[in-house]
């Protein structure tokens, strides 16, 4: 097994106000774009075995200005199901619901943390079944959650990985532990 590049899509309306976004399809800004771009010098010439994607167009256009438009659309990627919070902040989900994380819950119609554990290891098995590097391309909580799961960690421990929009991280082993290699960068 290779490293697992992360890269989180680049900057949208939402994300730049601290909206919860996973359904909702919302374009890249600008500057989300620009950014993206930026991150094509630093994966070219990386040879990866598999490139996956979240199916939202912010992460699918991400993959595609940083170089890889033929990255394969895995639904598994997609953002954590917000349910009845989409669109909303977390100090507005605070003041009906004090202390409020998504880590801790709840996700009122939206997805459990079993449920986003299900989906992310399915990723992770198919990456173990790989030759080689492979590069994902998704969202803030659900690549936070997957390196949690990279470490053997429950996803609620997501919470300590502080995430930026259309940055790289990776994943790798040590003496065949799983180790955090690069982080928000």
């Known amino acids: ?15 730049t106000n601290g909206r919860h976004t996973s359904v909702t399809d919302l374009p890249l ?8 771009v930026s991150l094509a010098p630093r994966l ?20 595609t200005l940083a170089g890889f438009p ?4 895995c ?13 909303l902040t977390t100090p507005e989900i605070r003041a009906s619901m004090p202390d409020w994380t998504i880590w801790a819950g709840p996700v009122p119609g939206g997805e459990s943390a079993e449920q986003v554990t299900e ?40 919470r300590l990985f502080r995430l930026d929009t259309a940055t790289l991280s990776v994943l ?4 065949s532990a799983p180790v955090v290699a690069r982080w928000n960068s």
């Open 29 to 36: 800004l600008p500057e989300g774009e620009a950014d993206a």
């Open 119 to 158: 989906r992310l290891d399915r990723v992770l098995a198919r990456v173990a079944a790989v030759e080689g590097d492979v590069l994902a391309f998704s969202h803030g909580h659900s690549l936070r959650a997957l390196t949690a799961r990279w470490l053997g960690l429950p996803v609620a421990e997501g």
């Open 70 to 73: 033929d990255a394969e659309v």
């Open 44 to 63: 070219a010439g990386h040879e990866f075995a598999l490139v996956l994607t979240s199916p939202r167009q912010r992460a699918v256009r991400t993959a």
């Open 1 to 15: 097994m290779g490293d697992l590049y992360l890269v989180r899509h680049g900057a949208t309306a939402w994300s």
């Open 75 to 87: 639904e598994d990627l997609a953002e954590w199901r917000y349910g009845s919070l989409e669109g």
């Open 172 to 175: 790798a082993h040590e003496r």
